[in-house]
């Protein structure tokens, strides 16, 4: 059994930057690919970006290329969200997962969810 615990969020203002973190305890989260999704107010939760269990392969939604990095360091069973050039659009609960294979759509066979940590970027 693996327990995800995501933190870092708040409220920032547009052009801000936040750090989220995702700790796992259990189990080592070397074994798993890694991933962040988002639930907007209102929406469906949406894939973000995904890491393979070494980090050497990420995926990013369209939405978030350029200004979101994935990364992990897996000594630390932790993983990280560095959020750059936050919009209003960016404002969700944003949710750790872990699973069995990193893709460009996602995460296959999710095994594992944090309990999300709320971003809100102000205009």
């Known amino acids: 059994q693996v327990q995800l615990v995501e933190s870092g969020g708040g409220l920032v203002q547009a052009g801000g930057s936040l750090r989220l973190s995702c700790a796992a305890s259990?189990?080592?989260?070397?074994?798993?690919?890694m991933g962040w999704f988002r639930q907007a107010p209102g929406k469906e939760r949406a894939f973000v970006t995904a890491?393979?269990?070494?980090?050497?392969?990420?995926y990013y939604a369209d939405s978030v290329k350029g200004r979101f990095t994935i990364s992990r360091d897996n000594a630390k069973n932790t993983v990280y969200l560095q959020m750059n050039g936050l919009k209003p659009e960016d404002t969700a609960v944003y949710y750790c997962?872990?699973?069995?294979?990193?893709?460009?759509?996602?995460?296959?066979?999710?095994?594992?969810w944090g309990k999300g940590t709320l971003v809100t970027v102000s205009s």
């Open positions: 259990g189990r080592t989260l070397s074994v798993y690919a």
């Open positions: 890491i393979s269990q070494s980090g050497g392969i990420s």
């Open positions: 997962a872990a699973g069995i294979g990193a893709t460009p759509e996602g995460i296959n066979g999710i095994n594992y």
